[in-house]
């Protein structure tokens, strides 16, 4: 008797894992899968010159410190932004629940809304540097699979609103 009541509580144990296992599976992003749900990630470097880009032959170039770097898709929608650091140095992460890479690489496009005279008061002080995205590879990093994208090469525009 003791056996059948073990058998029963073990076969009610499974049936509650096999229920609930789905939904954790949802609301973990695929962890109990064995894959967590891949990563975006935007990152790049600015630097304070008219086309965000390092001088000619590596020559010395400043960065462009607390610069506001936008994630703008269709029409200008701004889906996320940051900050670059003391280096220059930007990243952006998203979810690609949230953002189709195809979309991302197609539709959307990197905005410098920091004018760069305020790196370089010698810069112009009105328009800015845009971008478009470029896939640069994985990064496999545990269960975690990041997906790189970089600026493609950023561009002055002396008419850009921010």
């Not at 973990?28 to 390092?54: E, K, P």
């Not at 496009?109 to 470029?134: D, E, H, I, K």
């Amino acid at each position: 008797m003791a056996l059948k009541k073990s058998l029963v509580c073990v076969m009610g144990v499974l049936v509650a894992a096999i229920v609930a296992a789905p939904i954790a599976e949802a609301q973990l992003g695929g962890i109990i899968g064995g894959v967590l749900s891949n990563i975006l990630r935007i990152q790049g470097t600015i630097f304070c010159t008219l086309n965000g880009r390092i001088g000619v032959n590596g020559t010395s170039t400043p960065v462009f410190p607390n610069a506001l770097v936008q994630l703008q898709c269709a029409n200008g929608n701004v889906v996320s932004s940051a900050t670059t650091n003391s280096s220059g140095i930007f990243s952006i992460l998203l979810d690609p629940l949230t953002v189709l890479l195809t979309s991302l690489l197609q539709g959307c496009r990197l905005v410098v809304g920091t004018p760069l005279s305020s790196c370089n008061s010698a810069l112009p002080s009105t328009g800015g540097l845009f971008s478009p995205l470029q896939l640069i590879g994985n990064t496999l990093l545990g269960l975690l699979n990041i997906i790189n994208i970089a600026p493609a090469g950023f561009l002055f525009s002396p008419n850009l609103n921010v």
